[in-house]
T-cell receptor, first 114, second 116 residues
Framework: NAGVTQTPKFQVLKTGQSMTLQCAQD?????MYWYRQDPGMGLRLIYY???????DKGEVPNGYNVSRLNKREFSLRLESAAPSQTSVYFC?????????????FGDGTRLSIL | AQSVAQPEDQVNVAEGNPLTVKCTYS??????LFWYVQYPNRGLQFLLK????DNLVKGSYGFEAEFNKSQTSFHLKKPSALVSDSALYFC??????????????WGAGTKLIIKP
């Protein structure tokens, strides 16, 4: 039972390079989320997708774009990476219809921008 | 605006002793509260939630949390700590939004260290 799978697990980029972080879930969840985690700041929502074909901005969307490719996959793209985007990125998904069910997380992508 | 505070960056407890990780919240209306745990190099795992009902909520791995409306707190507790409980713990509150796609507001996290 894979749950939420994120690739790659680690990545080092140079400033200005672009990259796409991949996320896939096999739990038939409608809602998917992208967070970044920085020391002492908890998790901050970048973008989310309520269902296939829809995406919305979260708290910190600047410098990022997302694509909800299908129900399973939700990707995060950095068009021109900046050192401030060095972080750990988490993808999460949630059971549809029940507001009180928890979000399920992947193991994260550790991204360093030099 | 909804907010969550975890006032302790780190909590140190001896193995076998009871542990408490503190969380306070600020919401308009009834709070929906969650605790998650994060082990090194892993994603967050759901521990427990409070939606309504009994103020003492039981969750995974022997953890429980006490909802206190008058003190706007939702502290995580365990009667006897294990070394394997050492991890990063996050408290979160549900933000407003459609039921099918709520968002979570997260605390900054508390590092729990259990010493043998």
């Amino acid at each position: 039972n894979a749950g939420v799978t994120q690739t790659p697990k680690f990545q080092v980029l140079k400033t200005g390079q672009s990259m796409t972080l991949q996320c896939a879930q096999d739990m038939n969840h409608n809602s998917m989320y992208w967070y970044r985690q920085d020391p002492g700041m908890g998790l901050r929502l970048i973008y989310y997708s309520a269902s296939e074909g829809t995406t919305d901005k979260g708290e910190v969307p600047n410098g990022y774009n997302v694509s909800r490719l299908n129900k399973r996959e939700f990707s995060l793209r950095l068009e021109s990476a900046a050192p401030s985007q060095t972080s750990v990125y988490f993808c999460a998904s949630k059971v549809p219809g029940d507001s009180n069910q928890p979000q399920h997380f992947g193991d994260g992508t550790r991204l360093s921008i030099l | 605006a909804q907010s969550v505070a975890q006032p302790e960056d780190q909590v140190n407890v001896a193995e076998g002793n009871p542990l408490t990780v503190k969380c306070t919240y600020s919401v308009s209306g009834n709070p929906y509260l969650f605790w998650y745990v994060q082990y090194p190099n892993r994603g967050l795992q759901f521990l427990l939630k409070y939606i309504t009902g009994d103020n003492l909520v039981k969750g995974s791995y022997g953890f429980e949390a006490e909802f206190n409306k008058s003190q706007t707190s939702f502290h995580l507790k365990k009667p006897s700590a294990l070394v394997s409980d050492s991890a990063l713990y996050f408290c979160a509150v549900r933000d407003y939004g459609p039921d099918s796609n709520y968002q979570l507001i997260w605390g900054a996290g508390t590092k729990l260290i259990i010493k043998p």
